[in-house]
């Protein structure tokens, strides 16, 4: 799970930081809050490939993409790209765990064969 969704929010650094670029045009906005508030988002999903398998980091990383979504108040696209995105890490979240969960049946049946005397 944790490749696929640090995956995920790498790719959302991404987003945020060309979000911010196209948010510098917006006359109402100043230059230094949209990088303010883009550097604040870029550096925790950064930060969050490390918190993914931690309790609440899943939690954390919804969070994130309903920030990713409502950004879209400011930058129309990112209503789009933020569904796009929470979408992605649904799937992440949902197929990670499934690979998971079969490393860990492989890894059992590994060692129970390994542990078993060979019969000759």
Known sequence: MRTLCSSTLIGEFFII?????VAMKDPSLSVS??????????VLCVL???????PGGVALGWVLQIA???SGIFVPT????????AALWWASVHFGRKVDEAKAGFAARAE????TPDAV
């Open 17 to 21: 930081g060309f979000a911010g670029l």
């Open 112 to 115: 129970s064969a390994s542990s």
């Open 78 to 85: 990112m209503y789009f790209m933020g569904a796009v995105f």
């Open 33 to 42: 809050t949209v990088w303010l508030v883009s550097g604040i988002a870029m």
């Open 68 to 70: 990713l979504i409502a």
């Open 48 to 54: 969050m490939c490390a918190m993914v398998t931690r």
